[in-house]
């Protein structure tokens, strides 16, 4: 059941998130191609953290709690606040870290805010590419102000795809090779970007006409999920559900492209959940 939500200023909600992402893509724009070996560490085995990831997180949680100190909040770096809070800040603040040591150009700040399950705003920001990613629920999807919507393509084989790999969960590997061959077979072409959050932007702004990923966590979606729902888009589970926020796993497009990628993932999955 969707909540009802409280009368509270979105638009201000949203400027705050735009100025957070800006004062975290600044850090993040100070420090590319700059970094030494001992700022990159290891998190776990094929997960790195820089400490330009977490001074971006510090400078995102510090200016939103200035303004919404009651709130809680669930970062990529310093996880899920004490506080109790029905409004949850979502916070990814350097999403394609191993883009971003290794210079390469695609990585994104995501900021969503979340009351109970449902998403009200959400801000994805490429700083280097200068393109800011924004919705409110209800009110649209914008890039640098201007309204996107997602890709009109109906057919498979003019698809163009994004994907993300199932670094942190190999035991999605099988599955998740299964799904891409039998999408590959059938569309254009798919590419890996690297930045989840990125892919679900494009995917709202119609540059990629579907996406699908394994294992992502809810600071890689929030804002994305908003961005999709706002620009005419449909973002489920693999099995055409609403559990991608607890079991990470999620399949976005346009109406017709999502219907078509589900026909064929579902059944991949189903067997292998058996």
């Not at 776990?44 to 400490?51: P, S």
């Not at 009110?139 to 996107?148: E, M, S, T, V």
């Amino acid at each position: 059941m969707t909540p009802e939500i409280p009368a509270i200023d979105l638009a201000g909600l949203l400027d705050h998130s735009v100025q957070a992402a800006k004062i975290a893509g600044d850090i993040l724009m100070d420090n590319f191609g700059k970094l030494r070996p001992d700022e990159i560490k290891n998190k776990t085995a094929f997960d790195f953290v820089t400490e330009t990831d977490t001074a971006s997180e510090r400078a995102i949680i510090q200016f939103l709690r200035e303004h919404y100190p009651d709130h809680a909040v669930y970062a990529e770096e310093s996880g899920e606040s004490d506080n109790q809070s029905d409004f949850q800040w979502l916070i990814d603040p350097l999403d394609g870290t191993k883009n971003y040591i290794h210079s390469f150009p695609l990585f994104s700040v995501s900021i969503g805010l979340r009351y109970k399950n449902k998403i009200l705003t959400g801000v994805v920001y490429a700083p280097l590419l200068h393109e800011m990613f924004t919705a409110i629920t209800g009110q649209g999807a914008f890039l640098n102000d201007r309204p996107i919507r997602v890709s009109q393509t109906k057919k498979m084989t003019g698809c163009f795809l994004a994907t993300g790999f199932p670094h942190g969960a190999k035991n999605y590997l099988d599955v998740y090779l299964q799904t891409f061959r039998e999408l590959f077979l059938q569309v254009s072409a798919v590419r890996r970007a690297g930045s989840a959050a990125l892919d679900l932007a494009y995917t709202a702004c119609g540059r990629f006409d579907g996406f699908w990923e394994f294992k992502l966590n809810p600071w890689d979606i929030g804002a994305g999920l908003l961005l999709i729902q706002e620009a005419g888009g449909i973002i489920t589970d693999p099995l055409g559900g609403t559990d991608f926020f607890d079991s990470g796993n999620l399949v976005a497009g346009n109406s017709v492209v999502h219907k078509k990628m589900i026909e064929i993932i579902a059944p991949i999955c189903r067997e292998h959940r058996n």
